[in-house]
C-alpha cells in the first residue's frame, strides 16, 4: 500500500504547499506592493512645456488598509502638475473617511474625476471563476447580467462634495477645463459604463476649440466609449477599472479584463483606432482590490505617472 500510494500522496502534499505559498504570496506581499508606473506620451503642442500627471484609479480602500493609505499620500511629493482620477475608490461604505485622507495631500493640486460602480454600491461575494465564464459568455456588469439586487449603497456623496471643494472637475457625463502653465486642457467624461451610466450623447463633439490638449475619461475601458472617443477625435484616454487582469499568468499575461476590452491592452500605454482615427490609450492596473478577492498575482497595484510631452 505504501509503494502504491506514497507518491501521489507527496504530489499532493506539495501541490497543497505550492498553492498555499502562491495564496500567501499574492495576499501578504503582492497586493501591498505598491508600484509607480512611469510613460511619455507625446500629446502637447510643439513648444509646450511637458506636464506630468498622476493618474490614481481602483483604489478599493477597506478600512485599515494603512500601508495603502501612506503610499497614496506619499505620491504628494511627485509634484504633479494635476490628477486624474478614474474611480472605485470603495470596496468599504465605511471608509470615505480614509480615502480621503489618503487622498488630502493629492486634493491640493489640480484634479479631475470620474466614478466607478463600486463607488455607488457594495461590492459583492462572488467566485472568480465567473469573471472566466462571463468572459466567454460576453456579459461584462449590467452589459450582459442582470441588474443588481439588495446590493449595498455606498455614500459616495460626501467623497464627491470633498472632491467638488478640493477644485477637482467632476466629469460625470460631462465636460471640463483646466488651466496649466499657460496651456488650456478640456477634459470630456463619462459616468461608468460597466454599469450603464455612460451617456456619450450628453458630451458628443469632440475636442473643444480653442483647447490646447482634450482628453476622455472614463472608468471602464468598454469598446464603445472608447470608439466614441477616438471617431471623435481625442487623442488620448484614461481609464480603469481592469485592475491589469489582477490574477495574471507569467510570461503570459491577464485572463480578463471584466470588460469588453481585449486582455492585449488590460494596462498600461496602448492605442485605440477607429477607421482614420487613432488615439493613446491608458488604463491603469489600479491599486487595490475588491475586497473578498484581496489577492494580486504578477499583476503589482500600481499608480501612473505620465508625462505629457510635445508632438514629435
Known sequence: MRARYGVPLKVTAVGAA????????????EARSFRLRRITVPVLPHGARPLRVLQVSDIHMVCGQRK???????????????????????????????????????????????????????PRLRNPARYLLEKVQGKHGLNGNAPAVGVVHNPWEPMRDAFDEAGWLDLSNTRGRLKLDGLELAFTGLDDPHIKRDRYAEVQGGPESGA????????????????????????????????????????????????????????????HTVGDKRAYLHVSAGCGTNRYTPVRFACPPEATLLTLAPKA
Open 18 to 29: 505550492v498553492g498555499a505559498a502562491g495564496l500567501a504570496y499574492a495576499a501578504g506581499f
Open 68 to 122: 495603502k493609505r501612506a503610499w497614496l499620500q506619499s505620491l504628494a511629493g511627485l509634484r504633479p502638475d494635476f490628477v486624474v482620477n478614474t474611480g472605485d475608490n470603495l470596496s468599504d461604505p465605511d471608509a470615505v473617511p480614509e480615502v480621503l485622507d489618503a487622498l488630502g495631500p493629492l486634493m491640493e493640486f489640480p484634479g479631475v474625476y470620474v466614478f466607478g460602480s463600486n463607488d455607488y454600491y457594495g
Open 212 to 271: 490646447d490638449l482634450s482628453i476622455g475619461v472614463v472608468h471602464a475601458p468598454y469598446l464603445r466609449s472608447l470608439d466614441a472617443f477616438t471617431a471623435d477625435g481625442y487623442p488620448l484616454i484614461l481609464a480603469g477599472h481592469t485592475h491589469g487582469g489582477q490574477l495574471c499568468i507569467p510570461f503570459y499575461g491577464a485572463l480578463v479584463t471584466n470588460c469588453d476590452l481585449d486582455t492585449d491592452r488590460v494596462k498600461g500605454l496602448s492605442s
